[in-house]
């Protein structure tokens, strides 16, 4: 008594009966190169952890690194900026400093002419 032959389905009936999770992620990997690759991965975590102390998180939706305190590490990006915005305030300071002084200049010329003295005279 023989059975008869399974038949093979088609893309089209395999593709259909099958849940994708949502994301825009696709790989074409067979499962055995997805789980080595999980599991390089998940070596080079462990290697980051055990060298540099560092933790990996989502922030805001990204993988980042964290402290063991939990403070961010910040992109060397995100360094720049706020070097950036650093300097920027010391400018800032620097030019309210500045017209301050400048200020006080008016001031002490206004006063030594109302006591009769050339200020372009003194110097």
């Not at 964290?66 to 650093?86: A, D």
Request: avoid cysteine; proline fraction near 7%.
């Amino acid at each position: 008594m023989s059975q008869p032959l399974a038949t093979t389905p088609s893309v089209k009936d395999v593709t259909e009966s099958r849940i994708f999770p949502p994301g825009d992620i696709y790989s074409d990997e067979t499962p055995l190169e997805s789980d080595l690759h999980r599991e390089q991965i998940d070596l080079l975590i462990r290697l980051i952890k055990w060298q540099l102390g560092l933790y990996l998180a989502v922030y805001m939706g990204k993988l980042r690194f964290l402290t063991p305190e939990r403070q961010l590490v910040m992109l060397p990006e995100e360094e720049s900026n706020q070097q950036l915005q650093q300097a920027n305030k010391q400018l800032q300071q620097a030019n309210q400093q500045l017209e301050q002084e400048r200020q006080r200049a008016a001031i002490l010329a206004e006063r030594l002419r109302s006591a009769g003295i050339d200020p372009e005279q003194i110097f």
